[in-house]
C-alpha cells in the first residue's frame, strides 16, 4: 500500500488549508485512515482517523472543532480540513491507514501503512 500525502503549505494563522491523501496498492481493499503528526524535537501526535466508511471519526483533543477528516472511497483518498490554523499546528503531517490494526486505535503503531509526509507551516 502507498500512501501519497499533498496540500501542505506555508500559511498565516487564522488561515486554512486541506491536505489529502491518496492511497494505492490494494484494489478492492477499504482501510480505516488516519492523520498524525510531528513537530521538531516533539514527540508524534495523533490527529484524526476515520473508518472505513466514514462513519466514524476520532480527533486528537489538540484539533478538536478546527480539524476534520473526510474520505472519497471512489477516489482513494483521505482530507484533512484545517481551520483556523495556529503556529503549534506546524509540523510535517504524516497520512496513515490501518488494515490489520485494532479498531478505533489512535496510536501510530495501530496503523500499518504509512506516508512519507507533507510539511505545514504556520506563521505568527
Known amino acids: 500500500v502507498q500512501l501519497v500525502e499533498s496540500g501542505g503549505g506555508l500559511v498565516q494563522a487564522g488561515a486554512s488549508l486541506r491536505l489529502s491523501c491518496v492511497a494505492s496498492?490494494?484494489?478492492?481493499?477499504?482501510?480505516?485512515m488516519g492523520w498524525f503528526r510531528q513537530a521538531p524535537a516533539e514527540d508524534r501526535e495523533f490527529v484524526a482517523r476515520i473508518s472505513w466508511n466514514g462513519e466514524k471519526t476520532w480527533y486528537g483533543d489538540s484539533v478538536k472543532g478546527r480539524f476534520t477528516i473526510s474520505r472519497d472511497n471512489n477516489k482513494n483518498t483521505v482530507y484533512l480540513q484545517m481551520n483556523n490554523l495556529k503556529p503549534d499546528d506546524t509540523a510535517v503531517y504524516f497520512c496513515a491507514a490501518a488494515e490489520f490494526g485494532p479498531p478505533g486505535s489512535i496510536t501510530w503503531t495501530g496503523f500499518d501503512y504509512y506516508g512519507q509526509g507533507t510539511q505545514v507551516t504556520v506563521s505568527s
Open positions: 496498492g490494494r484494489a478492492g481493499v477499504t482501510f480505516a
